[in-house]
């Protein structure tokens, strides 16, 4: 079974851009998380989509969204990049209601110069 | 490849001796933790889990204890290999009460001397 793939897997931005991130989950899986990881903060959690919903949400700014797909595919977009928002993005997929056990890509490297 | 955290606790021992990665956890309505592991360049891979209603779980060459009194969990690695060199974080939730976001501690890069 194919694992978590995020694409891109590096991306360079200027400030003021916006991008957009991609994730397929594990097939079968339902549930996407994304999650920040920084140097100073380490990993933290923006968002959870379930069948197409937001069910949990972190504590950043509306800059970041989010949505998923009917196929579980899932998006996120930064708008209007700050040099903070440099970072590794992960996503993460697991199959429950619940959530439990989540499995990570491998990330998407965002330099914002 | 990325810089997981650039002043995390280090851990270095012996190739062949064994390892004990300790965490403190936050939540004392968590009910359930994950030790996950990160190498360079890598998403977080998952090690091993355990319940709140455990206080042992053991995996192949690892073993995760649970202390809820304290809330500490700690991850060991038996005869630790070179393999094993990577950040390892834990991470708390409770799933079981409808909060599935993972909450990570700040990462214990472990460093095996061959």
């Known amino acids: 079974k194919a694992g978590v793939t995020q694409t891109p897997r590096y991306l360079i931005k200027t400030r003021g851009q916006q991008v957009t991130l991609s994730c397929s989950p594990i097939?079968?899986?339902?549930?996407v998380s994304w999650y920040q990881q920084t140097p100073g903060q380490g990993l933290q959690f923006l968002f959870e989509y379930f069948s197409e919903t937001q069910r949990n949400k972190g504590n950043f700014p509306g800059r970041f969204s989010g949505r998923q797909f009917s196929n579980s595919r899932s998006e996120m977009n930064v708008s209007t990049l700050e040099l903070g928002d440099s970072a590794l993005y992960l996503c993460?997929?697991?199959?429950?209601?619940?959530?439990?056990?989540?499995?990570f890509g491998p990330g998407t490297r965002l330099t914002v110069t | 490849g990325e810089s997981v955290g650039l002043h995390l606790p280090t851990l270095s021992v012996q190739e062949g001796d064994n390892s004990i990665i300790n965490c403190a956890y936050s939540?004392?309505?968590?009910?359930?933790f994950i030790w996950y592991k990160q190498e360079s360049g890598k998403g977080p891979q998952f090690i091993i889990d355990i319940r709140s209603n455990m206080d042992k779980r053991q995996g192949q060459r690892v073993t995760v204890l649970l202390n809820k009194t304290v809330k500490h969990l700690s991850l060991q690695i038996a005869a630790t290999q070179p393999g094993d060199s990577a950040v390892y974080f834990c991470?708390?939730?409770?799933?079981?009460?409808?909060?599935?976001?993972?909450?990570f501690g700040k990462g214990t890069r472990l460093s095996v001397i061959a």
């Open positions: 991470a708390e939730t409770s799933p079981f009460s409808g909060n599935t976001p993972l909450v």
């Open positions: 993460a997929s697991s199959a429950g209601l619940a959530g439990g056990e989540q499995y």
């Open positions: 939540n004392s309505a968590s009910d359930y």
């Open positions: 097939s079968g899986h339902r549930s």
